[in-house]
Nanobody, 122 residues
Framework: QVQLVESGGGLVEAGGSLRLSCTTS????????MGWFRQAPGKEREFVAA????????DYADSVKGRFIISRVNAKNTVYLQMNSLKPEDTAVYSC???????????????WGQGTQVTISS
């Protein structure tokens, strides 16, 4: 079983920044495409960002384009989500996701992290 653990959530004022991290125990981390989803109170889980393993290509939800950056460091088995210009509507539980290649953002997630709370005050 693949273990994913998120960290870096917290409370931040609107306009501020926060960086989330997701670490995984697998040695073959480079064989996984990675992503982030979020679920706000009263809302369904939604896609936020994803990054491919083979070439580092990234994809973002329209709501976060230009503000969020997803990246990965394979040597650390870690994927990051840098969140800038945060808005109150970004408040949600953010979860890390892993897809075994070649699966990607439009496929069912193979492994989920437990989630980390991000709260943005106005």
């Amino acid at each position: 079983q693949v273990q994913l653990v998120e960290s870096g959530g917290g409370l931040v004022e609107a306009g501020g920044s926060l960086r989330l991290s997701c670490t995984t125990s697998v040695r073959t981390f480079s064989n996984y495409n990675m992503g982030w989803f979020r679920q706000a109170p009263g809302k369904e889980r939604e896609f936020v960002a994803a990054i491919r393993s083979i070439d580092g290509t990234t994809d973002y939800a329209d709501s976060v384009k230009g503000r969020f950056i997803i990246s990965r460091v394979n040597a650390k088995n870690t994927v990051y989500l840098q969140m800038n210009s945060l808005k109150p509507e970004d408040t949600a539980v953010y979860s890390c996701a892993a897809w075994r290649r070649p699966n990607y953002k439009d496929s069912p997630v193979d492994y989920w992290g437990q989630g980390t709370q991000v709260t943005i005050s106005s």
